[in-house]
């Protein structure tokens, strides 16, 4: 099925860093999930009044200048791209424009890529160790009952700077995803996670906090999972009850980690210090930063 | 005295014998140059000495498969399934350990010193695991006549199926212990989150005791009175499938 | 009791609720607990029986019996085994437990498997010592029981199999009622005499392809490298699963269709889960060529081989080898009208005695009582396995000559058609006289 990593810097010296050390994590987890690969990465803030989106084309030679959009950077087949106002908006209109193009993140500060491929490859296409940023997170994809796809890869986007990676297998998700999308939740595979990504989209959207969400996972999805949600100002940790699926937790005073296990961990410094634990199943475990004073 | 041996030879100590205490070389291995496999090789070779690996860095199935009374002390954490299936072994973890440390331990001993992840001693058949820190989910799963002994607290349905052996817990356990328990013995200090289907309190008697009393010796626990645990064994209602059993199924 | 056949002029059988759905009901109202039997599914689903053979013509030559080879000969766990096993015949002898079976029985399995040159497999009790020593080729489960688990056994094994599930359960685990629990299998099982095993489903410490890939590691790292590991699984999702099973680092896979048989099992399970041997074994092999793994991880199938023509057309469809269950104990007399009255005293008849779990066997092959277990010659019972392997074989080579092949692997699909539009589909060959292929 899969490994999941994800790295929240309480330092901020550390932040510098966040590309390398994640790269190596996800490489760590490269037998677990040797289809495809991708991160969320929380960094470059969009200017007040804009917002940011990362997308994804399947042509190579996409002129991502003629969007009509500001062109940050671009990395192997993805860009990221400011645009004026709401991110909805802006998502819209590239959907209804370039129905072609994936939106693979929207928002203020994440950035998602995601591909076909091992995670070496991955590291290396995309400049992994180039990056800076407060979090991230990670994934590398054995696919069970879904094609091994980009668009079935993961992270999954369920909202603004909101994201979900999985290491397990639903068991309901096909008629929970028939229900998503009578409430306008849009699908773009057959994957499992996508419907867990699209429920808490959904919860969010109704009003539910994070964690309100993420527990409304234990009463509606079935199946056997360890989820790793970002947010924009961190990360959620969520076992279901049976948890067969592992999943280990790190901090140090630089950092927390998360991983399927432990030696995607082992390679951050200060590892062999760090206090180690297991996530409890059905408990929602949270980090976030504080708000700068 | 074998090549590479450094010798002491001790005469007649009080008995008249001759006494031959032989200080065995340390050998060391590094996991961050060496290849596990050849590791294991070697281990699997050795007919007896004892073994330091360094940096294990969470790898796999470590010390598993040995099969003489090797000394193998382990500095770091290791991965999963660290000494599965030992025989005769005594393996010392100064760390954590992933899912299944000693799965199917067969006889020896295996100590960890941090924390064990799941299913610790699933399907053992005998010998001594002892963790210092906490055991997670599924400690002692389908034991078979394994010694556990968890210093700290385990996770939810541990000793699910446990058919024998002993699993002790000092500290507290999670919920669903012993679901469909059969033969094993279940001590415990701290508190029960909740039993599993079939698993019952039971009166510790003087067997009993004596029973907890050697397994907390041979942990290295004597610090702990045997009259603050309590025991919890099999109804043996389902022993045999009857209708009204239904509902525990 | 066998009903009596006749003409009832002006009464009317239902379809839904014909005798034997009525027997079951009235059955499970008397007793309160469901159904438990033996043997595969009873019921008929699309089988190899609903394909056919294009043999030679004008556009096809054969090849003549005797001089002209048709070589038989398939080694398992070419991909990383240091010692892959070499057979001399594409059929094995499925797992099946001591415990389910008796211990002369599981030696004469072993006695005529090694006089032909192909494997038999342990099951979910552990290794018998009757069992090594008469099998020269030994396959050694890991089930989710791990009853009688131990690397001593797991390292003078020739292959590891690693069982997800089986064609008659999948999803379910190992069963055996209290009176096939004697001394001898409670004491390798670790369980007390006489009670009803329960099983689990789940392996005790992996859940999932990544972990079990982890597990195959071990299993390697324990064993130096040298062992074929195996991969079977009941047919469901069968071409995810080949495909997780293949990236979990498996050499060989096994896939038991429906039509699986087992010791023992809810009625309702063996006749309404999984899917038929024929669409698996497709399924199966798409998986492998999507990888491009086809023929280097090898693929044996089961669940209802009974003849050389179930055993040409699931080799002609990609499958490297076939392994029998039931057809090897039946070879070996179960269901033998010879033992009819005997049959008819404990409930049943011969030609329809499934009630392996019940442990009265008068064949003495599914059963611990010791006076039954001495009644089966392992000699004799070696002789009849090693006598059937070797038809299964000639039959095979028949068809395989007839369509004009050297080896039996040179079989393919182009050489099949259908009979029914549900083979054409579920086989993904043409109907018989057409080109078409419902589906493609």
Known sequence: MCGIVGLFCKNPELELSLGPYLSAMLVQMDDRGPDSAGVALYRNPAPDGWSKLTLYSADPAEDWGALGLEVVETRARHAVLLAPGDADEAESRIRAERPDLRVMSAGRVIEIYKEVGRPAEFARAFRLADFEGTHGLGHTRMATESRVTTEGSHPFSTGHDLCLVHNGSLSNHNRLREKLCREGIVFQTENDTEVAAGYLTWRLREGATLEEALEGCLDDLDGFYTFLVGTADGFAVLRDPIACKPAVLGETDDWVAMASEYRAIAVLPGAAEATMWEPEPSVVYAWEKAVAA | MGAGAVGRVRVGEGSGRLSVETEVELETVDLAATPLRELNQRLHDAESGRFRIVNPNGAHAVACGLRAPLDVEILGHVGYYCAGMNQHAHVRVRGNAGTGLAENLMSGSVVVEGNASQSAGATGRGGLLVIHGNAAARCGISMKGIDIVVRGSIGHMSAFMAQRGCLVVCGDTGDALGDSLYEAHLYVRGAVAGLGADCVEKPMRDHHAAELQSLLARAGFDDLDPSDFRRYGSARRLYNFAVDNAGSY | ?440
């Open chain 3, 1 to 440: 009791m066998a009903v009596a056949d006749g003409w009832h002029p002006g009464l009317r059988e239902s379809y839904l609720y014909d005798r034997n759905v009525i027997a079951e009901i009235q059955r499970a109202a008397r007793e309160g607990i469901y159904d438990i039997r033996g043997f595969g599914a009873k019921r008929r689903v699309p089988h190899f029986d609903d394909l056919l053979l294009l043999g030679a013509s004008i556009s096809r030559y054969p090849l003549e019996g005797y001089r002209e080879r048709c070589a038989t000969d398939v080694v398992l766990g070419t991909r990383f085994a240091k010692k892959p096993l070499e057979l001399k015949i594409p059929v094995t002898i499925a797992g099946m437990s001591f415990g389910a079976l008796s211990a002369p029985a599981k030696e004469a399995l072993g006695r005529g498997a090694s006089e032909v040159g192909t494997s038999t497999t342990t099951g979910d009790g552990g290794m018998t010592e009757e069992e090594r020593q008469s099998s020269k080729t030994l396959v050694y489960q890991l089930l989710p029981s791990r009853y009688g688990m131990n690397p001593d056994d797991l390292r003078r094994a020739d292959a590891i199999e690693v069982v997800v599930g089986q064609g008659a359960k999948p999803g379910g685990g190992g069963m055996l009622l209290g009176h096939k629990i004697s001394d001898r299998v409670a004491a390798m099982r670790d369980l007390p005499k006489g009670i009803d095993q329960r099983s689990a489903s789940r392996h005790p410490d992996w859940t999932g392809p990544d972990d079990l890939e982890i597990k195959i590691h071990e299993l390697r790292e324990i064993t130096d490298w040298e062992k074929p590991v195996f991969v079977k699984v009941g047919a469901t999702r069968t071409y995810y699963d080949v495909q997780l099973a293949v990236k979990a680092g498996a050499d060989v896979i096994v896939v038991d269709g429906m039509q699986g048989g087992t010791a023992a099992t809810q009625d309702v399970f063996i006749e309404h889960a999984g899917i038929p041997t024929l669409a698996a074994t497709r399924l199966a092999v798409d998986a492998l060529q999507e990888l491009g793994l086809h023929r280097q991880v090898q693929l044996i199938v089961s669940g209802g081989i009974r003849t050389g023509a179930d055993v040409a057309k699931a080799l002609a469809l990609g499958a490297d080898a076939v392994s029998i269950g039931t057809a090897a104990l039946i070879a070996m007399g179960d269901n033998s009208p010879e033992h009819d009255e005997e049959y008819r005293a404990i409930g049943s008849a011969a030609g329809y005695y499934d009630d392996w779990q019940a442990g009265r066997d008068p064949a003495g092959i599914s059963t611990q009582d010791d006076e039954l277990a001495a009644r089966f010659d392992p000699e004799v019972g070696g002789r009849r396995i090693a006598n059937y392997l070797r038809v299964l074989t000639l039959e095979t080579q028949t068809l395989a000559r007839a369509c004009g092949k050297s080896h039996v692997h040179n079989l393919e699909p182009e050489d099949l058609v259908a009979l029914t539009v549900e083979a054409a589909a579920m086989a993904r060959v043409p109907l018989a006289g057409t080109s078409w292929i419902p589906g493609a």
